[in-house]
Structures are given as structure tokens and as C-alpha cells.
């Protein structure tokens, strides 16, 4: 069984709130093994090189908002002046840019077994209203979409956590070069995986 490897990003809420060593340990007190840190100001590159450019990103997003209006009765057009997913979704993604330059953002590369499936569960659900208690926003946060998108602002989610195996290394070529990632044993690998 191979190792995967997952990106964390401490967003601006996160940071400005001074809680990116509580989520942090988080992910350490689980047993994944960071194996890289970085602490920088985004650029608007990076950050539209981050979140996909892709149809199927926007539609993902645009669809996610969209279910979510429909659950509380609300009405995307007023918001998004559109009901299309791609279109909403390419309007959050502008606000995304925005979002991650209010302060630098902080950044972790872990690794371990189970990894991705390992980092979403401990985020919890991407909307903060419907993430479970225990999980980081669900503990640390409480926005939610239509107060946000009343706004012009994204979601406050503290954190991004890659999706999938392809989305983490994509998204780590992104923000680190592969010098700056560290290959090392932790003491806990000894008890967690030896026979
Ligand atoms: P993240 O898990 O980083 O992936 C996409 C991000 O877009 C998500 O966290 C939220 O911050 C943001 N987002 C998605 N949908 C909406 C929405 N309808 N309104 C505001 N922000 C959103």
C-alpha cells in the first residue's frame, strides 16, 4: 500500500484568527507526517492556478450553491443574477481570489496512509453550517453560503484540504517545490506500522 500525500491550507479567516496551531495539531495528534510548511502571501496566480479552471470545477461549486439555496429556500438569481452552476461557480472562484490575499495564508504538505480520505474527514463539510461537530469547522467556524454570497464573499471555511489523490499532488506542485518537502521518519511510524 502506498502513501498519499494531501495539501492543507490555513485560509485567511484561519490565520487572522490565530488558530493555525490548533488546526494544525489536528492533523498531527492523528498521525499524518507533515512533510512540508510554507507561510506566504498568495498571489492571484497561484490562487487560480489552485482551484481547478476546469467545466466541471465550476459546475461542482456552482451545483453545490445551487442545492443549498434550494434546501433553504432561496433564490440564486438574486444573488448570482444567474441560476447556471458554471456561472456561479466562476463568480466564487473571483471571490476566492480575493478572500486568500486578506492575509498570507499557511501552508501544509502531510503524508500517510489514507491520507486525503484522513485530512476531509478531520475538515468536515465544506459549508461550516453542515459540518459535524468534532470536525475543524465544524468546531472553529459558523458561516454560512447565503450570508456569505449576501456579501460578495466566499465561504469562511478556514481551511482547504485536497479532494482527491490527482487534485493533492497538482495542487502541491502549485505551492511548493519538491526540494522544500522532507522525507524522514517519525518516532510514532515505528508503533503505528512496524510488526
Ligand atoms: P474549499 O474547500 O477550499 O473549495 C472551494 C471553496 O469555494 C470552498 O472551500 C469555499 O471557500 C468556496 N465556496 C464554494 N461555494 C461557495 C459559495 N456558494 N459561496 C461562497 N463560497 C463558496
Not at 149 to 163: M, T, V
Amino acid at each position: 500500500m502506498k502513501k498519499q500525500r494531501a495539501l492543507l491550507i490555513i485560509k485567511p479567516d484561519g490565520v487572522q484568527r490565530d488558530i493555525i496551531g490548533k488546526i494544525l495539531s489536528r492533523f498531527e495528534t492523528v498521525g499524518l507526517k507533515i512533510i512540508g510548511l510554507k507561510f506566504e502571501w498568495a498571489t492571484e496566480e497561484k490562487v487560480i492556478a489552485h482551484y481547478p479552471e476546469t467545466e466541471a470545477w465550476f459546475k461542482k461549486v456552482g451545483e453545490r450553491t445551487l442545492t443549498n439555496y434550494k434546501k433553504k429556500g432561496l433564490d440564486a438569481r438574486k444573488i448570482f443574477k444567474t441560476d447556471d452552476a458554471v456561472s456561479i461557480g466562476k463568480i466564487v472562484k473571483s471571490w476566492l481570489v480575493t478572500y486568500f490575499k486578506e492575509s498570507p495564508v499557511f501552508m501544509a504538505v502531510v503524508e500517510g496512509y489514507d491520507a486525503i480520505e484522513i485530512v476531509r474527514k478531520l475538515s468536515g463539510n465544506t459549508i461550516p453550517v453542515l459540518a459535524a461537530p468534532g470536525t475543524i469547522r465544524g468546531d472553529f467556524s459558523h458561516d454560512t453560503i447565503d450570508l456569505a454570497n449576501e456579501q460578495n464573499r466566499p465561504l469562511r471555511n478556514l481551511i482547504h484540504a485536497s479532494d482527491t489523490i490527482e487534485d493533492g499532488e497538482k495542487e502541491i506542485k502549485v505551492w511548493f517545490n519538491e526540494d522544500e518537502l522532507f522525507s524522514y521518519e517519525l518516532a510514532s511510524e515505528k508503533f503505528m506500522y512496524s510488526l
